[in-house]
């Protein structure tokens, strides 16, 4: 899991780095080429661009860096954490709800999978089977019980 997110980060850095080597200089000199840089639209947005380009590199960098300390080994193998998924009983609605417990560049909430970092994701890390959980949400407390848990130690030996 953690690894094809990886490989579609390392993608990305991989083609924003061409644009921002290659492309990018050609569209400004193109642009300097113009004339008059104080009212040429095409140069500002070229370099528009070109930082924002920097800084989507830069934050991918450092979700790569975030990844890299991920391990499934050091993942609990009995309370929920990153790859579970966890069943719940929506305890005010008496509905069986399914999720998926991912990073947030495999978030996907109407196939179920949620982030980690989400209310609702924070509040179920380390629950167990039988768990009861307030999770306070953007639209009020839901209270839950966990049904079923399968790891993601549990899924790899499925």
């Known amino acids: 899991m953690v690894e094809k997110v990886r490989a579609a980060l ?3 850095i991989k083609k924003l780095g061409k644009e921002l080597r290659l492309e990018l200089p050609l569209e400004i000199q193109r642009a300097r080429a113009l004339g008059d840089l104080r009212e040429n639209a095409e140069y500002h947005a070229a370099l528009e661009r070109q ?3 920097r800084a989507r590199i830069g934050q991918l ?3 790569m860096a975030e990844l890299a300390t991920i391990s499934q080994g050091t993942l609990p193998r009995d309370r929920a954490a990153l790859g579970s998924l966890v069943t719940l009983l ?3 609605t008496e509905t069986e709800i399914c999720y998926e417990l991912v990073i947030s560049e495999e978030l996907d909430v ?3 999978k949620i982030s980690v970092s989400s209310p609702i ?3 179920l890390l380390g629950s167990q ?3 009861e959980r307030a999770i306070a949400t953007p639209a009020g407390t839901r209270h839950f019980e966990v049904i079923k848990l399968l790891t993601i130690h549990d899924r790899d030996e499925a």
């Open 121 to 123: 994701g924070k509040g």
């Open 90 to 92: 929506d305890l005010d």
């Open 61 to 63: 960098q450092r979700k």
């Open 110 to 112: 109407p196939k179920g």
């Open 51 to 53: 930082s924002f380009v």
């Open 10 to 12: 390392r993608e990305e």
């Open 129 to 131: 089977k039988g768990d």
